[in-house]
């Protein structure tokens, strides 16, 4: 199979897993501390794989150690602008601004350039996501548009394309990208599980006893995604994939609408329509 279709199924099939994993996350009511536990469960379950793997390079020890340092600002900054606005607020907005941010940085970051009409889908993609944020459930503005919470999402949009850039490149790096997804796996649970538990103690420890069975399954689920979606950077171009990935909004928006009874207004089906078509555009050329 030619590498980069591999790539565009790796990430589709990611996008999808990602978007199953959103529906569980928006559900939640403690979503750091889910977080943590889906983390700390990701890097027990990512231990016993180093015994088989390459140890890494020192130059791989820097951008693992970078890359667990923005996996975890994402993540409490995702969190913090969920507790000031809402998930349709905040999240759409985050994602929306990562593709546009890699396309940016990558002639810099891995030398790669976009062709004029690949910057198009990337704008109509990232500008359709973007656009979801400013839309409730009868398609009317949004409310508790709050500043607090547009500040932490376009942050948040920032470790996004932090953290694809750099793990694409961490992925590259070395001749078996397995090396740099299991450590980066293990670190991430390092740090965010005792994090989490040392500052919320009070309502960690019940809440692993109530989720743990969950959130082995969630884990398994959020690992298999992310390990595809970094086999997809490894195959194919880092601005093409980074932004083929966000159409989990689009899954996203169909499973909000299966699962949790939320409507599709015409809005959000015209903006979910002008994802799609960024992402065949992105893809086309």
Known sequence: MDSALLATLLILTSALIHAIFNTFLKSHPDRLIFWAILDSTGAVLALPFVFFLPPPSPD???????????????????????????????????????????????????????????????????????????????????????GKALFFAVLTGFTIAGYTTVDTIGVRLQENAFTFIVWLYIFQGLVMGPGVAIFRRRSFLPAVRKDWRASVAVSVLTLTGYTLALLAFRLGGLAEIAALRETSIVFAAILGAIFLKESLSRYKMTAILVIAIGAVTVKVV
């Not at 809402?86 to 907005?93: F, Q, T």
């Not at 941010?101 to 970051?109: G, I, K, R, T, Y």
């Not at 459930?137 to 949004?142: F, P, Q, T």
Request: glycine share 12%; aromatic share 10%.
């Open 60 to 146: 791989l020890w820097i951008w693992i150690a970078l890359s667990v340092g923005i996996h975890t600002a994402y993540q409490l900054l995702l969190s913090a602008a969920y507790r000031y606005g809402d998930l349709s607020l905040a999240y759409p907005v985050a994602r929306g601004m990562g593709p546009l941010l890699v396309a940016l940085a990558a002639p810099f970051s891995v030398g790669e350039n976009l062709e004029p009409l690949e910057w198009i889908g990337i704008l109509l993609l990232s500008g359709g996501i973007a656009s979801l944020a400013f839309t409730s459930h009868n398609g009317k503005s949004a409310g508790q548009k709050t």
